[in-house]
């Protein structure tokens, strides 16, 4: 049988929302799904469990196809965290798992046309643009579940003349009267001045809401073009990216940002990139999960591993042995390969000595030429400044043998024939070096 599923806090909306649906799918051949989520948070959350669980048992005997799925909040916020975002984030992921193991790819929400209006509202006082200011779509897919607000266009007196007309019974959250949160400060003294001197405030502000979505669609196509025009590699390319407008320029950082970085992006770094990178050659710009890199025109995410220990202990290895060498207190390893030619003596790295940098080495690119500061040829080359970080790999007997970045020294190239491995730092970013 198809079915469909209402997410029921046992408030008066969801209940009623539920019950509307029951009796609609009554009449067309559909089972309903009653999904309510016990977040933990309050004493009565028991209560609302039972009365929902018992709603739906007489309305099932009274022949509405309706059953209650239920789910019991395991975590709890963290210090710090907003009550309302995580009890929000975890209902939504509670409701979506209540939703696969059903079978039902379809959940309806009771949001109507004031908590649209409310939602415009809360957003604007956060200062969002048109993204947030499009408040609540009528219908979303996420993760592979399709959301539905169905009562969005409603009026609230639709639906508590709907409740009377039932005799429907519903829970009364005390919570809805707690100032501290942001939504019930608005409902109960900003709503109430607006309305009494803006008599059609919730229809402008619902009619806003439905103009700022188109607004934000037709950034997302733009940006969507620009990003065709300027990334290239998994990078932004900052000629290209100078070329466009400064809104575009700000436009495609915050669609292709989020993409890239591993968390939330940060205004303040939405509002100082445009500015920094005007004219920067290069730059490092930290970032969730890791940094933004700038670097021979091209910005890129980086990802960082954990913390560890500052560089600087001279180490010996064996780097004769072919496969991963970790080195301890260096953010990376070394891989090691047997090749045919353009490597290193494999009898030099038996004893390999690893060392930071001290200032004063010489390195050799290729036979004939001249050997040059590390500094000069990692200019040369256009190495970026994190890419200079690995261990230097000298022999036994003090002979630079390979540099990060750069590559062998060529004054100790083994010749043709010669057992003989190439070396690769890989950097705890994943970054070859």
Same mark, same amino acid.
């Given at each position: 049988?198809?079915?469909?599923? #209402?997410?029921?806090?046992?408030? =008066?909306?969801?209940? %009623?929302? *539920?019950?509307?649906? @029951? /009796? $609609? +799918?009554?009449? &067309?051949?559909?089972?309903?799904?009653?999904?309510?989520?016990?977040?933990?948070?309050?004493?009565?959350?028991?209560?609302?469990?039972?009365?929902?669980?018992?709603?739906?048992?007489?309305?099932?005997?009274?022949?509405?196809?309706?059953?209650?799925?239920?789910?019991?909040?395991?975590?709890?916020?963290?210090?710090?965290?907003? #009550?309302?975002?995580?009890?929000? =984030?975890?209902?939504? %992921?509670? *409701?979506?798992?209540? @939703? /696969? $193991? +059903?079978?039902? &790819?379809?959940?309806?929400?009771?949001?109507?046309?004031?908590?649209?209006?409310?939602?415009?509202?809360?957003?604007?006082?956060?200062?969002?643009?048109?993204?947030?200011?499009?408040?609540?779509?009528?219908?979303?897919?996420?993760?592979?579940?399709?959301?539905?607000?169905?009562?969005?266009?409603?009026?609230?007196?639709?639906?508590?003349?709907?409740?009377?007309?039932?005799?429907?019974?519903?829970?009364?959250?005390?919570?809805?009267?707690?100032?501290?949160?942001?939504?019930?400060?608005?409902?109960?003294?900003?709503?109430?001045?607006?309305?009494?001197?803006?008599?059609?405030?919730?229809?402008?502000?619902?009619?806003?809401?439905?103009?700022?979505?188109?607004?934000?669609?037709?950034?997302?196509?733009?940006?969507?073009?620009?990003?065709?025009?300027?990334?290239?590699?998994?990078?932004?390319?900052?000629?290209?990216?100078?070329?466009?407008?400064?809104?575009?320029?700000?436009?495609?950082?915050?669609?292709?940002?989020?993409?890239?970085?591993?968390?939330?992006?940060?205004?303040?770094?939405?509002?100082?990139?445009?500015?920094?990178?005007?004219?920067?050659?290069?730059?490092?710009?930290?970032?969730?999960?890791?940094?933004?890199?700038?670097?021979?025109?091209?910005?890129?995410?980086?990802?960082?591993?954990?913390?560890?220990?500052?560089?600087?202990?001279?180490?010996?290895?064996?780097?004769?042995?072919?496969?991963?060498?970790?080195?301890?207190?260096?953010?990376?390893?070394?891989?090691?390969?047997?090749?045919?030619?353009?490597?290193?003596?494999?009898?030099?790295?038996?004893?390999?000595?690893?060392?930071?940098?001290?200032?004063?080495?010489?390195?050799?690119?290729?036979?004939?030429?001249?050997?040059?500061?590390?500094?000069?040829?990692?200019?040369?080359?256009?190495?970026?400044?994190?890419?200079?970080?690995?261990?230097?790999?000298?022999?036994?007997?003090?002979?630079?043998?390979?540099?990060?970045?750069?590559?062998?020294?060529?004054?100790?190239?083994?010749?043709?024939?010669?057992?003989?491995?190439?070396?690769?730092?890989?950097?705890?970013?994943?970054?070859?070096?």
């Amino acid at each position: 049988m198809a079915a469909v599923a #209402v997410a029921v806090s046992g408030g =008066r909306d969801s209940t %009623a929302l *539920l019950h509307c649906t @029951a /009796r $609609q +799918a009554h009449e &067309q051949g559909l089972e309903v799904f009653a999904l309510h989520v016990h977040h933990g948070l309050q004493l009565e959350a028991d209560d609302w469990w039972s009365q929902v669980q018992a709603q739906c048992r007489r309305w099932a005997r009274a022949g509405l196809p309706v059953s209650f799925h239920g789910q019991r909040l395991s975590s709890r916020p963290a210090p710090g965290d907003s #009550v309302e975002a995580w009890a929000r =984030r975890e209902r939504y %992921a509670a *409701l979506a798992a209540l @939703a /696969r $193991q +059903a079978g039902c &790819q379809h959940v309806l929400l009771a949001h109507h046309r004031r908590d649209q209006a409310e939602t415009w509202l809360l957003q604007a006082l956060r200062g969002a643009g048109p993204a947030g200011l499009s408040a609540m779509p009528a219908s979303a897919v996420r993760g592979g579940i399709t959301w539905h607000r169905p009562w969005l266009e409603q009026p609230r007196e639709a639906i508590e003349a709907y409740v009377r007309r039932y005799r429907l019974r519903f829970v009364d959250d005390a919570s809805n009267a707690d100032m501290r949160f942001d939504r019930n400060r608005l409902r109960a003294s900003v709503w109430p001045a607006l309305t009494g001197s803006f008599a059609n405030a919730e229809v402008s502000l619902v009619a806003a809401a439905h103009r700022a979505q188109e607004a934000a669609a037709c950034l997302a196509e733009l940006a969507g073009i620009d990003i065709a025009a300027c990334i290239e590699g998994g990078g932004l390319r900052c000629a290209a990216w100078r070329l466009l407008s400064a809104p575009r320029q700000a436009n495609l950082l915050r669609a292709w940002l989020p993409s890239v970085v591993a968390g939330a992006v940060p205004e303040t770094l939405l509002q100082r990139l445009p500015t920094e990178m005007a004219t920067a050659r290069s730059g490092r710009w930290p970032a969730p999960g890791g940094e933004l890199r700038l670097h021979d025109g091209v910005l890129h995410f980086a990802r960082l591993g954990a913390a560890v220990a500052t560089p600087g202990a001279p180490a010996v290895l064996d780097l004769a042995l072919p496969g991963e060498h970790g080195v301890p207190g260096w953010r990376g390893h070394f891989a090691v390969d047997v090749v045919a030619e353009g490597g290193i003596p494999a009898a030099l790295l038996q004893q390999a000595q690893l060392r930071p940098r001290q200032g004063g080495e010489q390195f050799q690119r290729a036979p004939r030429s001249l050997a040059r500061s590390l500094k000069k040829q990692y200019q040369a080359l256009r190495v970026p400044a994190w890419q200079r970080d690995g261990p230097l790999v000298y022999s036994g007997d003090g002979q630079l043998l390979y540099v990060p970045g750069l590559g062998v020294d060529a004054r100790c190239m083994a010749p043709a024939g010669a057992s003989q491995r190439r070396l690769q730092w890989l950097a705890d970013n994943g970054e070859g070096l």
